[in-house]
């Protein structure tokens, strides 16, 4: 009788003055090794993420010491979240939050069932609570990975049985990955009330891994200029060539995988995402080995990214000078020179052209040009990079990059460069002649004590510009050319030659309206236009500077001279 009026003493706390004072002090008495008990598991492990607090008086901590009150002393309630080992990072903190509401409800939804049913007449007792059956509680993971068991101990009705635990179950549709050796010894363990046992893992997805390409080669070469300690540079040491052998493998393919599905707690597929697949970058002279992961080159030559695929370029090696021995060189890959290009020969390559020796010859490399020793032209040869050039020396040249030049030393050359001209090795000096460069010039010296003319024109697109000077220049002679003609006596030779001479002029002037419109296009898109710069360590009297149509001549020696052009559009010298 006592514990019944305590049962409905915590189920209608407002009815209390019903139950005599010494009855109340007893149910008091009872109760309260029950409470301290439900007590001890917050304050000894609050400390654990995983552990869930409940206030004082909720509805999971009345339902233990009715529960308690009923049976005696018992395990307190212990409410952890089991990391299963498969949820993704972060999962605890949300799954805490949607644990603490889950079972907030679910313990008042069991409180509610043990209210009696219908209302007791005046004077009369009110009818003794339902009995209650043991109820095993699921609580699911937000995707259905994971799922965890609490079972409410019974009031009054029949214990946990395999049945019951078989029929939560079903009701909440556990089909997947359940532990059935824990659902096996749970009805006899000790603790089986109350507390929180991981019941059942699903199994995540696994997406694909994507395809890759593992490279062998560089797809872009890095040119290191290295100066010793006394500030030399041996030009001979630089090298953009990737040589392999026939056979060598170039890259090697690492194929993508197929995504694993993945499967929740109530048995439903979880889709996987593929990885992407990847193709060998196949290009000229390579082939795939026999499974089909690696690219191979199909003979030996030089290795070369294209932006797209690797390839294989020959390289031609000459083994001494260019010069009647081998006559001129016109090749369509890289070149490799280890003697000099002698006077009067040329060497023209699709690829880079390296040099052992000296130039003295005219030299047109479609990538860079690297010379060991130095540049001695002379102004009839043109000595041309769409690259860049590296060079011990330039002497009496007319050189041009269409991207960066590097020098030791340049005297009387006219250089014309899209990039930065660099002078800042070995005697770093630039004396005499025109050196053009769009984006700045540096040099450990600039001019000389004689007070020479040196000009450094600074900004726009030197070489672009200097070859439409040699268009109109060619367009000139051949209109020269043309009038002759037409005052010799008429014949057919004489109209033959008009022909040729009126087809090669038109085609010219074309080719000169095309370059206007690039050069037009160009200009527009260009940045930094005036931000071009002069640096260097001495820059001496007679040093001409222009940048983008302003001048300024030098009239005394000057150290640490950066020169380039001020807000106002004038030249400062700082």
Known sequence: MAFKKY???????????????????????????????????????????SLLVLPAGHAVHRLFELWVRQTGRRPPPRIQLDDPGILPEGWLAPEMERLEAAIT??????????????????????????????????????????????????????ELSRELLAKALEQNKIAFGVDGEMLEKLPEAPDCYFHLQLLAKGRPAVDGKDGKIVDFFARQVEKEIKADEFGQVDYTAISTIQNANKGDAICQLIPHTEGEPGMTVQGKDIPAKNGKKVTLPKGRNTEASEDGTKLLASQAGHVEFTGRTFQVKSVLDIPGNVDYSTGNINFLGDVHVRGDVCTGFFVRAVGSIRVDGVIEGAVEAGADL??????????QSIIRAHRNVFAKYMENSRVQARENLTADCIVNCDVYSDGVVQVCTGRGTIIGGRVSAGQGVSAKVVGSKAEGLTTILLGGLPCAEYERELLLREIGEMEEQLQKLENQPDGPAKLSRLSKTRMKISVNRMK??????????????????????LECGIAYAGTEIFINGKSLRLNRETHKCVARLADDGEIRVF
Do not use: N, Y
């Open 7 to 49: 049962i409905l003493s915590h189920l209608f706390p407002g009815k209390q003055k019903l139950v005599p004072k010494a009855q109340e002090a007893d149910a008091a008495e009872q109760a309260q090794p029950a409470a301290a008990q439900a007590a001890e598991a917050p304050d000894a492990a609050a400390h654990i993420p």
């Open 105 to 158: 409800a679910a313990a008042g939804a069991r409180l509610d069932k043990l209210k009696p049913d219908g209302k007791a007449k005046t004077g009369e007792e009110p009818a003794p609570p339902p009995a209650l059956d043991a109820e095993p509680w699921v609580f699911l993971s937000a995707g259905q990975l994971a799922a965890w068991m609490l079972v409410f101990p019974p009031m009054g009705g029949a």
């Open 370 to 379: 690297i010379v060991g020793k130095g540049i001695l032209g002379g102004p």
């Open 512 to 533: 000169l309206d095309q370059m206007d419109k690039d050069l037009a296009a160009l200009h527009e898109a260009l940045e930094g236009m005036g931000k071009a710069r």
